[in-house]
Each structure stands twice: as structure tokens, then as C-alpha cells.
């Protein structure tokens, strides 16, 4: 008669504690894919939570602005210029401007310009002078919701926030939110900034050129200064108006 105290071959423990191992690890991998859903969830709901909340809201607080005020970009002073400003104050000019010389098929796409993208990179790879072909609406996402880097993640950020915002807001309030963020110079963002700023009046009196000069800065806003133009600005405003003569009157209620 076998002995009960007899202990159990070193075989059978080996097997015990290779399927309680397994059986840990599938633990594991079932907490970490549900922590997965519930931030993916969590993500989802907040960021449209935001973008309908700042369909309304205006736009005061950017991750840049908060980046300049702690580190300064050059010689840029720490006080931000900023006033946000509805876009029936804005210049007509300042629309078309920023629409000839950003996005010239802002009324029609949805977020992205494939055209513009496909040509953009056609250029690059032609050893041309690298060129983006980011939309108003990427620029806006971008500026709104993204920190400034240039990693592959912030680019599907703005990607995922690009087709949210068309999908919940107006191109008038794409228009809107865009011509008060953007960096327009040293510590100013919006075009009302460098209206009152540079040429002492409200955006809403910009004219032609002035609206041809902010639109100048915009690629490089820090190294171009409005407060001294220099050769090149002034050659490329004239650019710029010529590319506004082709665009027309827009419309943004259309």
C-alpha cells in the first residue's frame, strides 16, 4: 500500500508551476489590454468633450503660449500678446491672405489636401526646398491641441484632432479659431497682436497689404519681424497679393 505522506515527483511540480505561470501572464495581458480600452475610451470621450466645448469657447490658452512664456524663443520678451477678437472683426483681407498664401482649397476639402500633400512631397523627394502641405484645418489642430514636436505621434494627434474638427466645426470657426492662435511674431499670436501692435489699429481696419505682410511672417514668425521688413518680406508680400488677386472674395458661409 503506497504511503499518503509520500511527496509528489519533482515532474509534477515543474508542470504546476509552468501553468501558473501561464495563467499569470494571461492576467497580466487581459489587465493591461482592458487598461488599454478603458484609456483609449477615456481619450475619446474627453477630446470630443473638448472640441465641442471649444466649438463655442474661444481659444485663449495654446501649448505654445504656455511653452514661450516658460522659454522664450530668441530675444522674444516674455509678455504675450494676445486678443482674441470674433472673426466679423477680422479683416476680409486677412482671410484671403492667409487662404492664397496657407491653403488655397480651404473651402473644399475636409481636413486634408491630398493634392497638396502628394505635390508637397514630390518636391522633397526631387531635392527641392522642403515644403509642408499642411491644410488651415492641421495648422489649427496643430496649434490648438499638439505640443510643437516633430515626432510621428504628434503628427497622428493632429491627424485624429484634423478630422474632428472639421467634423464638429464650421470652416468659419476653423477660420476663427486659427487667424487668434497662430504665432504671428515675437510673444504675439493672432492677427489682432500685430494690428495693434505694428500698425495701431484693430484687425478689423487691416488693409490689403498689411493683411499681405502678416500673412508674410507666418512660416517663420520669429525670424521675420513685421516691425522691420526687410527686402525679402516686402518681395514676397508682393507675392502674396498677387496670389490674392487669383483666390478672389471668400466666402466662408458658402
Known amino acids: ?42 481619450f475619446v470621450t474627453f477630446s470630443l468633450c473638448t472640441v465641442v466645448f471649444l466649438r463655442v469657447v474661444p481659444v485663449t490658452v495654446t501649448p505654445l503660449k504656455v511653452i514661450r512664456m516658460i522659454v522664450p524663443a530668441g530675444d522674444a520678451p516674455l509678455p504675450i500678446h494676445s486678443k482674441w477678437v470674433p ?18 482649397n480651404f473651402l473644399t476639402h475636409r481636413g486634408f489636401d491630398w493634392e497638396a500633400i502628394n505635390q508637397a512631397m514630390d518636391e522633397n523627394r526631387e531635392g527641392k526646398r522642403l ?11 496643430k496649434n490648438v491641441f499638439c505640443p510643437p514636436s516633430r515626432t510621428w505621434f504628434r503628427k497622428g494627434i493632429e491627424a485624429y484632432y484634423t478630422f474632428l474638427i472639421e467634423s464638429v466645426w464650421s470652416k468659419e470657426r476653423i477660420m476663427e479659431v486659427y487667424l487668434n492662435v ?15 501692435e505694428i500698425y495701431a489699429k484693430p484687425a478689423e ?3 490689403r497689404h498689411e493683411a499681405s505682410m502678416i500673412a508674410t511672417v507666418l512660416p517663420n514668425p520669429i525670424r521675420m519681424k513685421l516691425q522691420a521688413p526687410s527686402n525679402y518680406m516686402v518681395r514676397r508680400a508682393g507675392r502674396v497679393r498677387d ?4 483666390v478672389g472674395p471668400v466666402e466662408l458661409g458658402k
Open 182 to 196: 497662430i504665432e504671428t511674431g515675437a510673444s504675439m499670436y493672432g492677427v489682432e497682436a500685430p494690428a495693434r
Open 131 to 141: 515644403r509642408g502641405g499642411s491644410t488651415i484645418t492641421q495648422q489649427t489642430a
Open 1 to 42: 500500500m503506497p504511503c499518503l505522506l509520500e511527496k509528489p515527483p519533482k515532474g509534477g511540480v515543474f508542470i504546476h508551476s509552468r501553468v501558473s505561470l501561464f495563467f499569470d501572464v494571461a492576467l497580466v495581458i487581459r489587465y493591461l489590454f482592458r487598461l488599454c480600452v478603458y484609456l483609449t475610451l477615456f
Open 205 to 207: 481696419d487691416l488693409n
Open 243 to 246: 496670389l490674392m488677386n487669383m
Open 87 to 104: 472673426l466679423q472683426r477680422i479683416s476680409h483681407w486677412m482671410v484671403q491672405a492667409v487662404i492664397a498664401t496657407e491653403d488655397n
